[in-house]
C-alpha cells in the first residue's frame, strides 16, 4: 500500500494481498463465459379473430444481459477457459416470422374450429419444435374404396362349366331322342272308367324310363263308345296310339231267378228314351217287377251322339235277389234314311251287319252286327240260355243276349264302332252307299235296304 492506498487494483476490487503473487503481476487473459441457452418465447398464433399479433423481438431476449463475474467481496478465482467445440456446427435457428410477415400468412379456412396452440418445447439442440396443426380445415370425404370384381380365372371357369354343361344337356338329349324306341299299344277301357296316366299302360318304351315320357288324351271321350287316338310324347319324337272305350264289364247276378224279355230301341240324336221301352210287356217271370238305369247319367250322354250302346239295367221283385240286365239303345243321326242289312250265315250263326246311312246315302257311323244261334236239342240251348243272362259269352263273341225258347235260338247284340269296322276291312272304311254294299257283297254277304 502506498499511500493507504493498496498496491493492486482491478477496477476498484480489492485483492487479498496474502494471495498476492510476488511475480510482477501479468495481465490475465478475460475469461470467456459461454452464454446461457437461448430460450425463445413461441410466437403466438395469428387466429381469425385476432390476425394482427406482435411476434416479440427474438434478438432482444436472447442477449443476455451483462452480470459481474464475480462479487465484489469476494476474491476472484482462477476459471479455466471454455473453449467452446467448434466441430460441431451449429443450426441457424429459425428466427420467428416478422410482424408483417405474421400477418400475410396464410389463415385457417373460415368456418372451421382454429388450431389447437400448444406449448412450444425446445428440443436438446436448442431449436424450437413447429406447433403441429391439428386442424387446417373441413376435409373432403374419402372415397369409399372399391371392391375388387370377382377374380377372373374363376368366373372364366364358371362359364366354360356352364357352357360344358349345357352342351352336354343338349347331347344326351338328342342322343335319347334317337334311341329311344316306343311301341304304342290298342288299350281298352270300360265306358265311364278314368284313363290312367301310367304311359307303361299305353306303350313299350325303350332306351329311357317310362316315366320320362308323357301321354296326352285329351281326344278321348270315355262316356262314349268309340276308337279314340292318343299321343306318347319321348324325347323330341311323338307316337300314336288307339283308345277303345267299350261297353262296361258288369256280370248280372247269375243266382237270380228273374227272367225278362228285351228289347232294341231305336232313337234319334237328341231325343230321350225311358227304361220301360227296352221291357217287352208281361215278360217278366215274378210279381211287381221294377226296373232302373244302372247309370242314368251315362245313357243320357249316349244319346247325344249316333252310335250302338249297351244300357245296364237294374231289375228286381218282391220274392228275388236283384239283378243286372242289359239292352241294346241304337241313336241315329237327325239324316238317318235308311239300314242297309247284310246277312250271312257262318259257323251254325246267322250273322247279320245293319248299317245306317243319311239322306245323301252316306254312313252316318252307327252300326251293329247280331250273331244269331240255333241249337238242335232242348239240352243244347238250355245249357247256353238256362239263365237267361241278359250279357253272355259264346263262341268268343260276347254281347248282349235275347233268347227265342221256342225256335231255341240266343241272340248276341254286338256294337260296331268306325274303329271296328276299319280294322275289319283293312284300310279307312269307306261312307258312300256303293262302296260299302260292293265290300260285303264280296264277303259273300247279301244286302237288302230296310227302313
Do not use: H, W
Not at 44 to 71: I, R
Not at 89 to 107: H, I, K, R
Not at 393 to 422: P, R
Not at 432 to 439: G, K, L, R, V
Amino acid at each position: 500500500m502506498k499511500n493507504g492506498i493498496p498496491n493492486n487494483l482491478n477496477n476498484g476490487i480489492g485483492i487479498d494481498p496474502v494471495s498476492v503473487d510476488p511475480t510482477p503481476a501479468q495481465p490475465e487473459p478475460t475469461p470467456e463465459v459461454a452464454p446461457d441457452p437461448i430460450e425463445i418465447e413461441p410466437a403466438p398464433v395469428a387466429t381469425p379473430e385476432d390476425p394482427t399479433t406482435e411476434t416479440p423481438d427474438v434478438q432482444s431476449e436472447a442477449t443476455p444481459s451483462a452480470e459481474p463475474v464475480a462479487d465484489a467481496k469476494e476474491p476472484a478465482k482462477e476459471q479455466a477457459p471454455v473453449i467452446p467445440d467448434l466441430s460441431t456446427e451449429l443450426p441457424v435457428s429459425e428466427v420467428p416470422a416478422s410482424e408483417t410477415e405474421t400477418t400475410n400468412a396464410p389463415q385457417p379456412i373460415p368456418g372451421t374450429a382454429p388450431a389447437a396452440t400448444n406449448p412450444t418445447v425446445a428440443n436438446s439442440n436448442g431449436f424450437v419444435e413447429p406447433s403441429k396443426v391439428e386442424n387446417i380445415g373441413t376435409q373432403p370425404p374419402q372415397e369409399e374404396k372399391k371392391q375388387k370384381p370377382i377374380n377372373k380365372i374363376l368366373f372364366v371357369i364358371l362359364i366354360l362349366a356352364l357352357m360344358a354343361g349345357v352342351a352336354y344337356g343338349v347331347y344326351y338329349y338328342l342322343r335319347l331322342g334317337n334311341n329311344i324306341k316306343v311301341n304304342p299299344k290298342t288299350v281298352t277301357v270300360a265306358m265311364n272308367e278314368p284313363l290312367s296316366s301310367n304311359v307303361s299302360d299305353y306303350a313299350t318304351v325303350k332306351g329311357t324310363a317310362a316315366k320320362n315320357c308323357s301321354v296326352i288324351t285329351n281326344e278321348v271321350d270315355n262316356t262314349k263308345i268309340g276308337s279314340y287316338k292318343y299321343t306318347i310324347k319321348c324325347g323330341n319324337k311323338e307316337y300314336t296310339g288307339t283308345i277303345k272305350i267299350v261297353e262296361p264289364k258288369i256280370e248280372p247276378n247269375s243266382n237270380s231267378d228273374l227272367t225278362v224279355t228285351l228289347k232294341d230301341v231305336k232313337v234319334t240324336v237328341g231325343e230321350s228314351v225311358t227304361v220301360d221301352e227296352f221291357i217287352v210287356a208281361d215278360s217278366c217271370n215274378k210279381e211287381n217287377c221294377q226296373f232302373a238305369f244302372t247309370n242314368e247319367t251315362g245313357v243320357t250322354g249316349n244319346l247325344q251322339s249316333p252310335g250302338t250302346y249297351t244300357v245296364a239295367i237294374n231289375a228286381s221283385a218282391d220274392d228275388t235277389e236283384s239283378t243286372t240286365i242289359y239292352a241294346n239303345l241304337i241313336v241315329l243321326s237327325s239324316e238317318y234314311k235308311l239300314f242297309a242289312v247284310c246277312a250271312k250265315t257262318d259257323n251254325n250263326a246267322e250273322i247279320t251287319d245293319r248299317i245306317a246311312f243319311n239322306t245323301v246315302n252316306e254312313f252316318n257311323d252307327t252300326a251293329y252286327r247280331i250273331y244269331k244261334y240255333t241249337f238242335d236239342t232242348e239240352n243244347d240251348y238250355n245249357a247256353v240260355a238256362s239263365n237267361k243272362l241278359s250279357r253272355i259269352t259264346y263262341n268268343d263273341i260276347t254281347g248282349n243276349a235275347s233268347y227265342n225258347d221256342e225256335e231255341k235260338t240266343v241272340s248276341i247284340f254286338v256294337n260296331l264302332d268306325k274303329a271296328t269296322l276299319t280294322s275289319e276291312y283293312g284300310s279307312e272304311f269307306p261312307s258312300a252307299y256303293n262302296e260299302i254294299t260292293s265290300y260285303y257283297k264280296d264277303k259273300g254277304y247279301t244286302c237288302i235296304l230296310e227302313k
